[in-house]
């Protein structure tokens, strides 16, 4: 079983979503949002914490000693499916890579995202990319 998925296995019954897990020498960055998408809150990532600590234990994937960082998405919040693309539209994303871009999220048409680069729409396929929120909204969503 791969890091993602104990990371998954130990929040699931906790109703959060994993968003990030990244794995640096010493260290491992997870990054969590409340499936009910109401803004994650310090006693969420406490119980997270605890609760992904006992399966990492338990399973013992990372060899040697590391620090295990849960956060909440924060601003470099990173965009990959379908409800994140509509749940953000209308605020700006980008998209990193050589081909990179920001663009205003359109809409979700079927399995494409439809951005708005400069005067043009730029469409990319769900799976195939990931992004990062480039503007914060006024309100949580």
């Not at 109703?15 to 990054?31: H, I, N, Q, S, T």
């Not at 700006?92 to 708005?116: C, H």
């Amino acid at each position: 079983m791969d890091l993602w998925q104990l990371v998954e296995e130990a929040v699931e019954p906790l109703d959060l979503e994993v968003l990030e897990v990244k794995e640096a020498p010493g260290e491992v960055l997870v990054r969590l949002e409340r499936k009910d998408e109401k803004p994650i809150t310090v006693a969420d990532l406490e119980r997270a914490s605890r609760h992904i600590e006992a399966v990492l234990d338990r399973e013992d994937p990372i060899p040697g000693s590391y620090r295990l960082l849960v956060e909440s998405p924060g601003p470099k919040r990173p965009l990959f499916t379908r409800r994140h693309f509509e749940r953000f539209q209308g605020l700006k994303a980008k998209v990193p890579g050589p081909e990179g871009f920001v663009g205003r999220i359109l809409r979700v048409e079927g399995d494409e995202v439809v951005f708005q680069v400069g005067s043009l729409e730029k469409r990319l396929t769900l799976g195939t990319f990931r992004a990062i929120l480039a503007e914060w909204p006024e309100e949580p969503r």
